[in-house]
């Protein structure tokens, strides 16, 4: 059982490191211009903070995610990369 909640996890940082290095290098590739593709994505979320003031603390919160191509390319070899290992 817990060989298996191992995995998982291993899996979400697989997952997590291939969209982040993704989209690194897709924003690094953005200057390029034979390499302008690998930028191309879409972004969303909650773009105007959502504030909540409760006179004894305040809290803002936003979160926008941002989807690039480079970033897809990571997610798949990121799955690979999990089951070869």
Known sequence: MATKDKN???LMIFILS???IGGL???LASNIDWLWWLAYGQEFGITTPLSIDLHVIKLTFSVVFKIN???I???GISIWLYRKA
């Open 18 to 20: 291939g969209i982040v």
């Open 25 to 27: 290098l897709g924003e």
């Open 69 to 71: 191509i480079a970033s």
């Open 8 to 10: 998982i996890w291993l």
């Open 73 to 75: 390319i990571g997610i």
